[in-house]
């Protein structure tokens, strides 16, 4: 089993910077994809940023395209999504997740494994 536990969320103004982080607690993180979603007040959990087990292949929606960046580190069993020029609808609960397999997905179902959240809240 694969268990998450997110940091790093808070609150920032409009135009300012967070980096989230996401932990693994044992040693099979590396033989899995990993992701983060985010869920808005009222809104359908969405794909945020996927990044493959090997870290050489990255994939962003649309939203965050040129804003965040994920990246992994699979000595320290941690991925990471650095988040610039936030917005207030940035707003949401952030979620790292993980699948068995290699390619990233982007829909909820293909993920096996969920951190517990952390919340990112960008004021205007």
């Known amino acids: 089993q694969v268990l998450l ?30 992701a ?27 939203s965050v395209k040129d804003r965040f960046t994920i990246s992994r580190d699979n000595a320290k069993n941690t991925v990471y999504l650095q988040m610039n020029n936030l917005k207030p609808e940035d707003t ?3 979620y790292c997740a993980s699948r ?12 096996d494994y969920w951190g517990q959240g952390t919340q990112v809240t960008v004021s205007s």
């Open 5 to 34: 536990v997110e940091s790093g969320g808070g609150l920032v103004q409009a135009g300012g910077s967070l980096r989230l982080s996401c932990a693994a607690s044992e040693s099979t993180f590396s033989s899995h994809a990993m």
């Open 36 to 62: 983060w979603f985010r869920e808005a007040p009222g809104k359908e959990r969405e794909f945020v940023a996927g990044v493959r087990r090997s870290g050489g292949f990255t994939h962003y929606a649309d």
């Open 92 to 94: 949401a609960v952030y």
């Open 100 to 111: 068995r397999g290699v390619l990233v997905a982007t829909t909820v179902n293909d993920y």
